[in-house]
């Protein structure tokens, strides 16, 4: 499986971006995908992921920011982030889950948020 992750760049306080990761390969059920973030000299955290069913679960850090979807018909999953602050600054990777507990994570994209 290969996840790959577009949508990071440079935006400034309170701006927008729009995370994309597009999961192929031999995928045959994607279960949870998600997005964790990981700034420098921090542990990577998750900010959001999103069953199959479509429940959401935050980190309260981004909640009422952040907005996760995806496209089951193109196994890809995403990330509104809107009110960005310097503190959101991290590379972010998408985690995707299938059946049989197997797990895969992307390459990463970087978001820096200016002040």
Known sequence: VQLVESGGGLVQLGGSLRLSCAASGSIFSINTMGWHRQAPGKQRELVAAITS????????????????????????????????????????????????SYSYWGQGTQVTVSS
């Open 53 to 100: 069913g479509g429940s959401t679960n935050y980190a309260d850090s981004v909640k009422g920011r952040f907005t996760i979807s995806r496209d089951n018909a193109k196994n890809t999953v995403y990330l509104q982030l809107n009110s960005l602050k310097p503190e959101d600054t991290a590379v972010y990777y998408c985690k995707v889950f299938t059946s049989g």
